[in-house]
């Protein structure tokens, strides 16, 4: 048996530091053996900032696609690092953005802080008319009821749908974005939640939901594969 050899991959990564005074954006181009780095672009990130340059910054945490902390636009696509595979082909180098249309604090990491003010707005939580003894009683449902929750409760917040939705570029003042509305929808297609009404009612201004112009990017690029354009629709 013989390992086959990959050879060094070029990753040409967005870099822009707030804190040195007159830096502009620019990219910067790295090497980075594939022998001797993990499958995924995280890996490879993770490579670059211990190896080659400490000053890189980026989010990351689980390394499993479930905390949304490393998403980010790699080669065109807004995904996740951690389990977007690095494309063995070594004469193509891989470009690296941070999510678009969102405030830069520092190299591939985007603000979120309207993003999650926006989700702190539909309130998602589980809101009912009557007091609930916790730890004595459970709020059951029925199997189909449960089932309504499927594709909504697995959405890990990490932002690639609505940073991939025209219609949130050009108004993520007013408009929610697929994410947010998902989220919103969850609640709403919950049966033990008793304020689907003020819910509504909430949502029913021009821009809120109704911006939404059924364009799909949110559901192609949603790495866990889910389709916020249904839950809106």
């Known amino acids: 048996y013989q390992r086959r050899v990959r050879g060094e991959k070029t990753f040409q ?7 040195k005074p ?41 390394r499993e696609g479930i905390c949304g902390s490393c998403s980010m636009n790699i080669g065109g696509t807004n995904t996740l690092a951690c389990i977007s ?36 707005s539909v309130q998602p939580w ?53 994410a947010v509305l998902l989220q919103s929808y969850r609640w709403l297609a919950d049966s033990r939640d008793h304020k689907t009404k003020e819910r509504l009612e909430k949502l029913s201004d021009p821009f809120s939901v109704y911006r939404c112009h059924t364009i799909m990017n949110c559901t192609k690029t949603c790495p866990k594969g889910l389709n916020p354009g249904k839950a809106i629709a």
């Not at 990564?13 to 804190?19: G, K, L, S, T």
């Not at 180098?93 to 990491?109: A, E, F, N, R």
């Open 13 to 19: 990564i967005y870099r822009w530091n707030p804190e």
């Open 22 to 62: 007159g830096d502009k954006p620019h990219m910067d181009s790295y090497k980075v053996n594939l022998d001797e780095c993990g499958p995924m672009v995280l890996d490879a990130l993770m490579k670059i900032k211990n190896e080659l340059d400490p000053t890189l910054t980026f989010r990351r945490s689980c």
């Open 85 to 120: 595979r690095i494309d063995p082909d070594t004469s193509k180098s891989v470009k690296i953005y941070p999510l678009p249309h969102m405030y830069v604090v520092k190299d591939l990491v985007p603000d979120m802080t309207h993003f999650f003010d926006q989700y702190a």
């Open 126 to 178: 589980l809101q009912r008319d009557t007091d609930i003894d916790y730890g004595k009683e459970q709020l059951h449902q029925t199997v189909d009821d449960r089932k309504k929750l499927d594709g909504l409760y697995e959405c890990i917040l990490c932002a690639c749908c609505s940073t991939s939705c025209p219609s949130y570029w050009w108004n993520s003042d007013k408009y929610l974005g697929p």
